[in-house]
C-alpha cells in the first residue's frame, strides 16, 4: 500500500526560483528517501534521512523530516530547466523494510 | 560501466500471452526488486529477492512469477493470468537485504498488451 502522499501533485515554477514539495506518511518510519524521475525513465535516488534526523542537504537540495507531523519536505534551490522530473518519497518502516511510495510531484521548471 | 540493464524498453504482446521482462545488474548487490508504475502514480511492489534462489511476493504479486538463479539476473514473467499488464515495470537492486539503503533504477520496460 502507498504510505506516501506528496502534496502538490504538479508544480510549475520559473528557473532560478525555488521549488518545493511535501511528503506525508500514515505510521511510524525507520527512514525517508526522495526519489528524481524523469519521463520515461527509471528513478534515480537523491538523498536518505533517517527517523532520528531532522535536516539534510546534498547540493541544492535541502531535506527536512518532522516525525512528529509525519512529513517531509523537499527544496531545490535555483531550479534549473534540468530539475524537470516527477518526485517521488519513500518510506520503510519497523519491522517491514519494503519501501513505499507516494504518486510523486510533477516538477516543470520554465526557462 | 556499473548498472542496472533492462530490456527490452518497449515490449507489445497479445492478449493471453505470457512475457519475460530482462533484467541485468551487476553492481554485485544482493537484493533485486521489481515494481509496476501506472500512469500518474507511484510504484508497487511486485517481487523482491534477498539473495538467489529465494524471492518474496510484494503487493501486487498476483499474476507474476520470477526466479533468480543467479545473483546478478532477475527476470520477471507477466502470465496470461495478469489482468491488466498494460504497464511500466521498473527492476532496481540495492546492497544489502537490509531495506535502508538506496536503491538502483533500471531504465524501465513498457509493456503494452492488446
Known amino acids: 500500500s502507498q504510505q506516501g502522499e506528496e502534496d502538490p501533485q504538479a508544480l510549475s515554477i520559473q528557473e532560478g526560483e525555488n521549488a518545493t514539495m511535501n511528503c506525508s506518511y500514515k505510521?511510524?518510519?525507520?527512514?525517508l528517501q526522495w526519489y528524481r524521475q524523469n519521463s520515461g525513465r527509471g528513478l534515480v535516488h537523491l538523498i536518505l534521512i533517517r527517523s532520528n534526523e531532522r535536516e539534510k542537504h546534498s547540493g541544492r537540495l535541502r531535506v527536512t523530516l518532522d516525525t512528529s507531523k509525519k512529513s517531509s519536505s523537499l527544496l531545490i534551490t535555483a531550479s534549473r530547466a534540468a530539475d524537470t522530473a516527477s518526485y517521488f518519497c519513500?518510506?520503510?518502516?519497523?519491522?517491514?523494510?519494503?519501501?513505499?511510495f507516494g504518486a510523486g510531484t510533477t516538477v516543470t521548471v520554465r526557462a | 560501466d556499473g548498472g542496472i540493464t533492462q530490456s527490452p524498453k518497449y515490449l507489445f504482446r497479445k492478449e493471453g500471452q505470457n512475457v519475460t521482462l530482462s533484467c541485468e545488474q551487476n553492481l554485485n548487490h544482493d537484493a533485486m526488486y521489481w515494481y509496476r508504475q501506472d500512469p500518474g502514480q507511484g510504484l508497487r511492489l511486485i517481487y523482491y529477492s534477498q539473495i538467489v534462489n529465494d524471492f518474496q511476493k510484494g503487493d501486487i504479486a498476483e499474476g507474476y512469477s520470477v526466479s533468480r538463479e543467479k545473483k546478478e539476473s532477475f527476470p520477471l514473467t507477466v502470465t496470461s493470468a495478469q489482468k491488466n499488464p498494460t504497464a511500466f515495470y521498473l527492476c532496481?537492486?540495492?546492497?544489502?537485504?537490509?531495506?535502508?539503503?538506496?536503491?538502483?533504477f533500471g531504465p524501465g520496460t513498457r509493456l503494452t498488451v492488446t
Open positions: 532496481a537492486s540495492s546492497t544489502s537485504v537490509a531495506w535502508t539503503y538506496e536503491q538502483y
Open positions: 505510521t511510524s518510519i525507520n527512514n
Open positions: 519513500a518510506t520503510d518502516e519497523p519491522r517491514d523494510y519494503k519501501l513505499s
